[in-house]
């Protein structure tokens, strides 16, 4: 399984981003995806996660409302549409998939400025 995000970078607060996860070899036994992000000094975080092929997903307290998790199964690629951006939503994020015991993407830093 290999992961590749893309997507961050720096935005005022109020601002908008959007990040994109393309995903290979996915198995069946893989049936949920996610973002995670770290910011320093704190724990990684799971902000978004979205069942392949069923749609349900489930966000944090900190983002519902103002981001955005899809998957376009046939580009095989996740997406994540952050609006209303924070600057306490400054960290690395990841795509996920499988879940913590799964696999990770290099991660892409998303930096909001005041």
């Known amino acids: 399984v290999q992961l590749v995000e893309s997507g961050g970078g720096l935005v005022q607060a109020g601002g908008s981003l959007r990040l994109s996860c393309a995903a290979s070899g996915i198995t069946f036994s893989i049936n949920h995806m996610g973002w995670y992000r770290q910011a320093p000094g704190k724990q990684r975080e799971l902000v978004a996660a979205?069942?392949?092929?069923?749609?349900?997903?489930n966000y944090a307290d900190s983002v519902k409302g103002r981001f955005t998790i899809s998957r376009d199964n046939v580009k095989n690629t996740m997406y994540l549409q952050m609006n209303s951006l924070k600057p306490e939503d400054t960290a690395v994020y990841y795509c996920?998939?499988?879940?913590?015991?799964?696999?990770w993407g290099q991660g892409t830093q998303v930096t909001v400025s005041s």
């Open positions: 979205i069942i392949i092929g069923g749609g349900i997903t």
């Open positions: 996920n998939a499988g879940g913590p015991m799964g696999y």
